[in-house]
């Protein structure tokens, strides 16, 4: 549990982030400052490293700084490039919810299989290598920012 010392900010959203954030807030009752702050505290080891890369580059010779850029870009295209897998998979896992959940009639088997194929598609973006490794520290994404309500998936679990 993430101990809080009442740090504020404030941040703007535009209306299309408000209100994605407010519908989320009451499909899993929590407030839309904690889904907020779980995300953030999500990508505070990215954060955390970005800052000490800037100080580098900041500190190093301009000569130095122009490779530093260049290395930076390459890597970025290719974090771009596994980004957009992890949307695709993350698309179409989230069409198969939808799908799984007004089916019904369906048995939990039939469902439970229908969302398993997805394991293999996050393997192959795993097998990529490196860019997991900044994720090893991270702590897993929050359950609020999973879509899901709680631990036992928002009630989910009985469905699937």
């Known amino acids: 549990m993430r101990k809080f010392i009442n740090k504020r900010v404030s941040v703007g959203f535009s209306e299309e982030e408000y209100r994605v954030l407010r519908e989320l807030s009451e499909q899993n009752g929590q407030p839309m400052a904690k889904i907020v702050s779980e995300l953030v505290a999500t990508v505070i080891p990215i954060l955390e490293r970005m800052t000490a890369n800037l100080k580098a580059v900041n500190n ?17 295209s290719e974090m771009e490039k596994l980004a957009e897998a992890a949307f695709k998979i993350h698309d179409d896992f989230s069409e198969e919810m939808e ?3 007004t089916r019904g009639g369906e048995s939990v088997a039939a469902r439970g299989a229908a969302l398993s194929n997805f394991s293999e598609k996050t393997e192959k973006i795993e097998a990529s290598g490196s860019a997991f490794r900044a994720s090893e520290t991270a702590n897993l994404t929050p359950l609020t920012n999973r879509g899901v309500k709680s631990s036992n998936l928002g009630g989910l679990t009985d469905a699937m």
Do not use: F
């Open 60 to 76: 190093a010779p301009a000569t130095v700084r122009e490779g530093l850029r260049n290395s930076a870009d390459s890597a970025l």
């Open 99 to 101: 799908r799984a959940a």
